[in-house]
């Protein structure tokens, strides 16, 4: 089975960055999508952003867009999620997803619901201090 190691996060100041990066190894070579979830203290777990390695493209939740980039390392297979300002309710715990088939929907677009991931990270803590 596919194993995806998170680095980065940690403590972060609120308004400044942060750089997580998601590699897979091991188990089925297929790259679909790969994306970020993230869960906070006493809620559900939430779509961040996922890049899809089919069309090339990223797409991301309302709550993170205009502040988080997703990105895809082909040489990799890496993807780095970078957030130039950061708020307290970012404070979570990220989650690296894969899924390495095509379930449904229309072929290539990243989904957002988290049951559509095969392969999922330990969790990365984030801490946004104020």
């Known amino acids: 089975q596919m194993q995806l190691t998170e680095s980065g996060g940690g403590l972060v100041q609120a308004g400044g960055p942060l750089r997580l990066s998601c590699t897979p190894s091991?188990?089925?070579?297929?790259?679909?999508?790969m994306g970020w979830f993230r869960q906070a203290p006493g809620k559900a777990r939430e779509f961040v952003a996922a890049?899809?390695?089919?069309?090339?493209?990223?797409y991301y939740a309302d709550s993170v867009k205009g502040r988080f980039t997703i990105s895809g390392d082909a040489a990799t297979t890496t993807v780095h999620l970078q957030a130039d300002f950061m708020e307290s309710d970012d404070t979570a715990v990220y989650y690296c997803?894969?899924?390495?088939?095509?379930?449904?929907?229309?072929?290539?677009?990243?989904?957002?619901?988290?049951?559509?991931?095969?392969?999922w990270g330990q969790g990365i803590q984030v801490t946004v201090s104020s």
């Open positions: 997803a894969a899924a390495t088939f095509y379930r449904s929907g229309v072929y290539g677009v990243a989904s957002q619901v988290a049951a559509d991931y095969d392969s």
């Open positions: 091991g188990g089925s070579t297929n790259r679909y999508v």
């Open positions: 890049f899809s390695w089919i069309r090339r493209t990223s």
